[in-house]
């Protein structure tokens, strides 16, 4: 019919770098790397393999860093508090410990929400240009880590890679 012509056609293709693979996509995968980072419940469906694997290393990434304990930060240094730490539980496995938090006592929590509303101060005084660098930054690293940061949410509240994917993008 009248679209016969367009497909024989040849399909332009791109060379791609993601990760340490390289390999060519067509001008719809360009596309899609270009424009479809986002990750969302609707676009769910058109993950394949690529999202198993992917979504599979990070989490595995995660699970090697268990355990471990965090600290309070405040004012950005990092401190232990005084009243020690808690353990956060996996809720479907509850003898993992997916990390070690500190517990702040009221005299450390008023030191954080001090620090807090200084930091606030210098925020807002920053201007918005440069707090939308910032925010396009942390949004630049987020993406970057989306897998990880998928990874720990279906660790911490038990969902599966689609929807811990969807709501990290």
């Known amino acids: 019919g009248e679209h016969e012509s367009y497909q024989k056609l040849p399909i332009p293709r791109f060379p791609i770098t993601c990760g340490r693979s390289k390999r060519e996509v067509s001008w719809l995968g360009w596309w899609k790397v270009l424009f479809m980072q986002k990750i969302t419940y609707a676009s769910l469906g058109s993950l394949g393999e690529d999202f198993h694997h992917t979504f599979d290393t990070a989490l595995k990434h995660v699970q090697e860093k268990l355990g471990r304990t965090y600290p309070l930060f405040i004012k950005g240094s990092q401190k232990k508090a005084r009243n020690g730490t808690f353990d956060d539980i996996c809720p479907f496995d509850t003898g993992r410990v997916l990390g070690r938090f500190q517990k702040a006592n009221p005299e450390e929590t008023r030191q954080a929400i001090a620090a807090a509303k200084s930091a606030f101060i210098e925020w807002r005084e920053l201007g918005w240009p ?17 897998f990880r940061l998928g990874g720990l949410l279906s660790l911490e509240l038990c969902k599966n890679g689609f929807e811990a994917i969807a709501e990290v993008s």
């Open 130 to 146: 440069q707090r939308i660098s910032f925010l396009r930054k942390a949004a630049e690293i987020m993406t970057d880590r989306q």
